[in-house]
Each structure stands twice: as structure tokens, then as C-alpha cells.
């Protein structure tokens, strides 16, 4: 996997996936979801907290923001944290 290039303009690219970031480093969960995980964002969401039983969570040590509302549209991921996170839910989707 080729992770982890960054430009001047606030963005990252992620496996050919350019990703924008806002000042403090956070890119939006819905564009993760769609662009690495090819999951719809209600569906990634779930792998973020422990609401679901039937889901494990995968961001607890990880800098999520705005999934407290409800709302996992509003969810943002830091840049640092997308590698993680994206390959724990795809090793156990794949296992």
C-alpha cells in the first residue's frame, strides 16, 4: 500500500485517493469510507464505536471526531490515523 503524501494545499493522497484535510489534520469519515473502504459512510461508521454489538471497534485508540451527535456524515478521521484504520477493518472483512 502507498500511503502517506501530502501537498501545500491541505491534502493527502492514500492509495491514489487524494483526500482533503482541515487545519487541524482531519479529513472527513464519509470520504474514507467511500474512497478506501468503498463502504457506504452508515456502514464504516459502525467500526468506530461500541453502539453495535455485531461490530468491533476499530477507532478506539484513534482521533475520530463529531460521531458523538449521531451523525456519521459529520464523523471526521485525522490523517494520521486513515492507514490504521482502514486496514483493521479490511483484515477483518477479509478474514
Not at 3 to 18: A, D, G, L, P
Not at 35 to 59: C, H, I, K, V, W
Amino acid at each position: 500500500m502507498n500511503f502517506e503524501k501530502e501537498s501545500q494545499i491541505n491534502e493527502i493522497t492514500i492509495e491514489e485517493k487524494v483526500l482533503s484535510f482541515d487545519e487541524k489534520g482531519f479529513v472527513k469519515f464519509s470520504k474514507v469510507a467511500r474512497e478506501l473502504l468503498e463502504m457506504q459512510t452508515q456502514y464504516a461508521s459502525r467500526y468506530t464505536d461500541n453502539l453495535d454489538g455485531d461490530y468491533p471497534n476499530f477507532a478506539e485508540d484513534l482521533r475520530i471526531e463529531g460521531g458523538d451527535s449521531g451523525d456519521y456524515y459529520e464523523m471526521k478521521i485525522h490523517k494520521d490515523d486513515i492507514e490504521t484504520f482502514v486496514k483493521r477493518v479490511r483484515q477483518y472483512k477479509n478474514r
